[in-house]
């Protein structure tokens, strides 16, 4: 079975885009060399105003390529990054890619406890981390073993020391300077590591088979699962990408990374589908409107892709300034649904189409999506990409296929599916359906143009700011209190898109309920977006037969008291 014209969603795509796309063979690396050597003195990145050509991004990376060899990176080694988007996080990616070595990508971000279970699983013994990030990794007990951590200092990459005043609260030019030459001590600077020279051009390349990066995914255990991702999975998705936004020029394109590149989204997006078409990757290492806005003045978006709540306040924010976006022409949104006004509030001001697409981390990320075109259904998660199959099947039996229209689970199969969990052969059973059909846990609905809407998730994951959290890890924080005794937490839907973070908790005797002590106790185990923004005590939890709390049942006795 093939995505031939039989299928009935391929009659809907933008006219020009094919239902297969030809399969990659060759690696990333391949893909960035052929980018460099083509695009040469395009600008590549833009960071605050600074750019980076493609012939030098190309130099950095084979120079950062030297310096992980010389510390000992060796093909199928992992290496951990947690790293803000910066032009050090694009150098980085590619410079383990290109040792064969494989790419752990984390949120910079994460508390050291979050982080913890990660290395433990992957045990990568060599970190490039934002020097902000190094007290979290120095905090692991003795037995994560880290050979060498090399600190990234953001600012290094500020095109110069007075554009850097501009943005840090800073005195004088001699403070500016000052947090310019600081770094974490004990670790080895960035520019260290560049001081070795290119790396041989003989040194052997990776296949296209290769394992190229480890995506951890948030599961219903509450315990983080390492997606395994290739670089035929990642260059498959890139391909289809390029497909699916047909017209889309080499070297014309304006990319705006907004969304983290520790994320599969940006991930993809930005690494490998931006770097393929020569774009300029203008890089934000956290979103802010007025950034975005004066960035748009000097280099305006072609392509702009994010969250529902980023589209809004872009647009409310350019409404205010009066500053243009006509020029964002390729608008995906995703991680979370796209209400319809912030479609009618975008697509006002920017003059072009915003579009509701669908993935996970297991597809590299993207599967699903609605068509730059009048076929575009709002509301709908879109129909499959290229050379990607879906069906519906039964919620206990995925052998059996529903009938057209009735709610099922979304199973999909194509290049972009990931080979498995790291060393976690049982959830990869659970995941991976013999054929290679992936089980997402979402249940939709599809019509009879192969238009899917989502109505369900089987995975009670909260989505909000298009960022996955674990209900049972939270509930696992709220419980080490010695107030709680026990814990639920679900998703409130938000009108804006995504979900709100609550908890209902059961007190130990004699405890009373205090919501910013709980916050704050939170704060040092969790990544702040998952920290509940309310906190509702209840007297007593349905539970099952079991004692396992019934938490679809709190959800619906809490949900009307918010």
């Not at 997606?227 to 498959?236: D, I, P, Q």
């Not at 199973?411 to 059973?429: C, I, S």
Request: aromatic residues 8%; charged residues 20%.
């Amino acid at each position: 079975m093939a995505n031939t014209e039989q299928q009935p969603w391929v009659k809907n795509y933008q006219p020009g885009v094919p239902a297969e796309i030809d399969l990659p063979t060759e690696s990333l690396v391949a893909m960035l060399e052929r980018s460099v050597a083509d695009a040469g003195t395009h600008p590549a990145l833009e960071f605050f105003g600074r750019r980076t050509t493609y012939t030098e991004l190309g130099e950095q990376i084979d120079r950062a390529a030297e310096g992980l060899r010389h510390l000992g990176v060796r093909a199928g080694d992992r290496v951990a990054l947690l790293l803000p988007n910066c032009p050090q996080h694009v150098v980085a990616f590619y410079a383990v890619l290109r040792l064969g070595a494989v790419v752990v990508e984390h949120n910079p971000l994460y508390t050291s406890r979050e982080l913890r279970h990660q290395f433990e699983d992957h045990q990568a013994r060599i970190v490039i981390a934002w020097d902000k990030t190094v007290a979290a990794i120095r905090a692991f007990p003795a037995d994560i073993e880290i050979d060498h951590i090399v600190s990234v200092n953001l600012l290094m990459a500020f095109p110069t020391i007075k554009r850097l005043a501009l943005y840090l609260p800073v005195k004088s030019l001699r403070e500016s300077r000052e947090a310019l030459t600081g770094s974490a001590p004990g670790t080895i600077a960035w520019k260290e590591l560049l001081t070795h020279g290119r790396i041989d051009p003989e040194h052997p390349h990776p296949s296209v088979d290769d394992l190229a990066a480890i995506q951890y995914t948030s599961g219903t255990t509450g315990r983080p699962k390492g997606a395994m991702l290739t670089h035929f999975n990642l260059y498959s998705n890139a391909l289809q990408g390029e497909a699916w936004m047909h017209g889309a020029e080499y070297r014309k394109e304006i990319f705006y990374a907004i969304l983290p590149m520790f994320h599969a989204f940006g991930m993809t997006l930005y690494l490998t589908y931006g770097i393929r078409k020569q774009a300029l990757l203008v890089l934000f290492p956290k979103f802010e409107p007025g950034l975005i806005l004066a960035a748009m003045k000097k280099s305006p978006a072609t392509v702009y892709c994010a969250v529902p709540p980023i589209y809004e306040r872009t647009a409310r924010a350019a409404q205010e300034q009066g500053v243009s976006l006509r020029s964002c022409k390729y608008c995906i949104s995703g991680a979370m649904n796209l209400p319809a006004h912030v479609v009618e509030l975008w697509e006002s001001v920017s003059g072009g189409l915003l579009v509701e697409g669908y993935g996970m981390t297991e597809s590299s990320p993207v599967a699903l999506g609605n068509p730059f075109y009048s076929t575009r259904r709002p509301g709908t998660i879109g129909v499959p990409f290229p050379s990607t199959l879906m069906k519906v099947v039964d919620l206990d039996d995925p052998s059996m296929e529903v009938a057209q229209g009735q709610p099922g689970e979304l199973l999909l199969k194509g290049p972009q599916v990931f080979q498995g969990y790291w060393n976690n052969p049982d959830e990869t059973k659970k995941a991976l359906l013999p054929g290679g059909w992936l089980r997402t846990g979402d249940i939709v609905t599809v019509d009879a143009d192969g238009f899917t809407t989502i109505v369900d998730r089987a995975k009670e994951l909260v989505i909000t700011g298009g960022f996955n959290v674990s209900p049972t890890e939270v509930e696992t924080a709220l419980r080490l209190h010695a107030s709680i005794k026990d814990a639920a937490v679900f998703g409130k839907p938000l009108e804006r898109g995504g979900e709100m973070v609550v908890a209902a908790v059961e007190l130990e005797p004699g405890a009373t309920l205090d919501q910013e002590a709980l916050r704050a106790h939170c704060r040092e185990l969790l990544a702040a977006y998952k920290i509940p923004r309310r906190i509702v005590q209840i007297d007593d939890m349905p539970r099952s037969m079991l004692g396992k709390i019934l938490r679809r049942q709190v959800r619906e006795q809490v949900l009307p008291l918010l």
